[in-house]
């Protein structure tokens, strides 16, 4: 579950999520030309708000370290404030839902498909469909996966 962020050629942090006790936690380690320098840890209790998933630790592992020289701690900290979302799994539900459409002719085998990528890619994210979905006629079932789709172009380069 853990993700390597490389910074340039010399830097690298790596970071895992662990259980705790009372939450999860967030573990950075960071790598100077492949050689660990030092880490970092942060406990929360219930999800993070970050801009991209471990944004948090990754700053404070940067203002932390001693292993870094002035001009890379600002270029880390330039770099760790841009953003670094990982688009893969959004991707995968994209091109899920694009496939939908050619499964079938019938719009009802077409929306079961859609609802069932949905479900895969998002449904451990929380991600849930209204509980009165199955009372929408085809049709808006149709028109809701379309705005999903459109709502996912930018962040897909319009592949989907």
């Not at 660990?36 to 471990?54: D, F, G, H, K």
């Not at 995968?92 to 479900?119: P, R, T």
């Not at 929408?136 to 592949?159: A, T």
Request: hydrophobic share 35%; glycine share 10%.
């Amino acid at each position: 579950m853990g993700r390597t962020f490389r910074i340039n050629q010399k830097i690298e942090i790596v970071c895992d999520t662990t259980k705790s006790r009372t939450g999860f936690k967030h573990i950075a380690k960071l790598f100077i030309n492949g050689h660990e320098a030092e880490s970092t840890s942060i406990n929360y209790y219930n999800r993070t708000w970050e801009a991209y998933e471990y944004q948090s630790i990754i700053g404070k592992l940067i203002d932390k370290t001693t292993a870094l020289s002035p001009q890379e701690k600002a270029e880390s900290r330039a770099w760790a404030n841009g953003d670094h979302t990982d688009w893969s799994e959004l991707k995968a539900v994209g091109m899920g839902l694009a496939m939908g459409d050619m499964i079938s002719n019938k719009i009802k085998n077409q929306n079961q498909f859609k609802k069932g990528v949905i479900e895969a890619g998002f449904g451990h994210m929380g991600i849930e469909f209204p509980a009165d979905w199955d009372k929408l006629n085809e049709k808006d079932k149709k028109k809701r996966f379309k705005m999903v789709q459109n709502f996912m172009k930018p962040h897909l380069g319009g592949g989907i």
